[in-house]
């Protein structure tokens, strides 16, 4: 089979107006063109609101689309950097940060393209503030809240941030810094600090702190190499030679065998058994030692994983989501993976007052079920699910939905007397073209 002709040299031939036609005509048929054309053009005139509006539109499922779009952003946040735009691409470029953090703490996928693609918003944010600082105070706050607070990715290297965040910046995380380190015991929060304290040395130049830091480490050979490293850059070099002779030294000794913790038998009765009941224990034993924000992250890609052979482990994620107090994610996991009808209904109770819309479709399923039952006591209850299913559509500002699916439901179901019945004592106003059934005598 021959290659396809390349028809770049006829193309060349042909007016802009011909070309723009056919160009738009293609991208109305491909969605990914036009999303991509909708972003140069973005860049070419150098404003930022569509490239916003394409976020906006992003499917947040951690899917094949939504890292599309997020690339095609990127695409955008570089060209418009690369071609030293006056707009102030900051926002643009935390938003994606932070958007696509928000996605791979749900979906639990902590690897791959979109994982890629975080580390290069966070990267292309770290440009776009050096081209125009924000807040240094506000930017030092934002670092510490991803490193202290967040699920673990991103890992900020405030090197890149070094001269957004100035002498204010850097001197509000090495005070944050200073605070954890003195508090007392081991932890999650103890050891971003540690890696925070060291970058603030290397940014600062402090040579006699950064040594301090590596020296105190377990040895390694990596960590040994960066102390002579050091020195040598710092023109210390009967310092780096000592060194360096002290750490060959050192490497000639075995290492002796670390004990077993709590955290990593519980680790390993949860690896063997991934339930709700091994999740439990390890998330104790994990939060005594101040691991659980690695820990959990981990444990919950594996009850992911699961979830999607069925019923049953999608139920024991959203129960240990429940557990973990995360409603939120418990709902959107019940959701994406199919949990069982009595945990949604449980769920959809639990989230009404807060969230009407999104509860209806599944109060809706339970009273089809309860109908289905032609029970006089599951009539009642089903009476009671549409009263309660009249004030979720009035809050949700769809009032006149209920009124069609009313409708729609007792014109489905006119024959059963007793169900009508109960829905009047309900003191539910039925459709004007529903009569009054006649009690058979």
Partial sequence: MSPPSDLRPYLRTLDAETLADLLHAQAERDPELRHSLELRAATQSGDVTEAHRLLDTAV???????????????????????????ADLAPLARRTVDDISEVLEQSGDHAGDLADRLDRAVEL??????????????????????????????????AEFATALGEPGLKRIKSTVDEVLAANGPGHR????????????????DVDELVAILSAKPPRVDVSLKIVRVLRAAGRHSEAIAHAARALTHDKQPPAPEPESETSRRRKEFDAKPDRETFTA???AATADGKWTVQRRDALACLRE????????????????????????????????????????????QRAAEHPAETIPVFREHVDE????????????????????????????APDEFT?????LVENHRRKTRLITEIRAARIALPKPVTSPRTPR
């Fill in 370 to 397: 309860l109908i289905e039952r032609k029970d006089p006591q599951a009539y009642q209850e089903a009476a009671r699910r549409l009263k309660l299913l009249r004030s979720l559509h009035k809050r949700a500002g």
């Fill in 282 to 284: 390890l998330r104790e």
């Fill in 60 to 86: 947040t499922d951690g899917n094949v689309e939504y890292t599309a779009k997020i690339g095609a952003v990127l695409d955008t946040l570089q060209r418009m950097l690369d071609a030293g735009s006056r």
């Fill in 125 to 158: 944010y770290a440009r776009a503030c050096a081209a125009r600082p924000p807040d240094p105070e506000k930017l030092a706050d934002w670092i510490l809240e991803v490193e202290f607070d967040g699920p673990g990715r991103p890992v900020i290297d405030l």
């Fill in 306 to 349: 699961r979830a999607a052979g069925g019923v049953e482990q999608a139920d024991e994620l959203v129960r240990v989501l429940l557990d973990d107090g995360r409603p939120d994610e418990a709902w959107r996991a019940c959701v994406r993976f199919g949990a069982s009808a009595e945990l949604k209904l449980e769920l959809a109770e």
């Fill in 190 to 205: 103890r050891d971003v600090a540690e890696r925070l304290r060291e970058q603030l040395a290397e940014v600062l130049g």
């Fill in 404 to 408: 069609a699916y009313l409708a729609a």
